[in-house]
């Protein structure tokens, strides 16, 4: 399957790429409607996509799905791909998977697609984005997987998930944060306008380990992460070592050309010139640059 063609196919949905697996209802505990799994499968057999971006699964949550499981057993089979003989990877339903070990199944309805590799990956994503089903930083994990292992734009990221392009730039900026916020932000200790406010200050671990302690609003925050900024211009704050002073209106133009290109955008102000640098990690996100250069 080339490029294109996936895209158009995630562009009409996820149904596309997985044949019939558009009719297979989401259905409530006590919905018994007729859905024909391929097969019975021990659960054994079955393992996670170990690319999937979804890591966090509430515990309380997944006990209360295996206690409908036990009584109503899986109403909405588990979709897997075979990847060796009586071998399968999930490709939607690890949620259902989990519960299911937990409910104490011995084995579990499933419906098998032959996909490969990338399809499955997109599918995961895709999936579980439409669902909701990931928090911020997994979310923003997924897209930085297609982007960079397949070559999508945001561009085509937004059209496929049905968000606007924004949404995605503004999404893959969480992955600047250092890991104890990004550790935050995956618990839902900080949420993604929490997060998104101390990109660019000087110290996101201590102004978000004081957020949270504080109990700030997104709106506070804001104001925290303003102030730093300014501080960091202040020549009073010489003494403090830093890789570069920026003023506080360079530093908002990084912050607003980042937020809309999506990618890191670097501007050294030398007198009454200066350099403005744009990093891309692929050749798409090169030729988007170019096309947005074109249009002006």
Known sequence: MNDDTSKRRLGRGLAALIGEMDQVPVADAGDRSAVNPDRLVPIEFIGRNPRNPRRYFDESELQDLASSIRQHGIVQPVVVRTIAESRYEIIAGERRWRAAQLAGLIEIPVIIRDVDDRTALEIAIVENV??????????????????????????????????????????????????????????????????????????????????????????DTERLAQNDIKAQSDPSHAHTPRKEEKDADTLALERTLSDVLGLDVTVNHKGGGGQLRIAYKTLEQLEEICRLLERR
């Open 130 to 219: 439409q669902r909701s089903d990931l928090n911020p930083l997994e979310e923003a994990m997924g897209y930085e997987l297609l982007i960079a292992d397949h070559g999508y734009t945001q561009n085509d990221l937004g059209e496929i998930i049905g968000k606007s392009r924004s949404h995605v730039a503004n999404s893959l900026r969480l992955l600047k944060l250092p890991e104890p916020v990004r550790d935050m932000l995956a618990s839902g200790t900080l949420s993604a306008g929490h997060a998104r406010a101390l990109i660019p200050t000087s110290d996101p671990i201590v102004l978000a380990k004081a957020v949270v302690a504080k109990g700030m609003s997104v709106r």
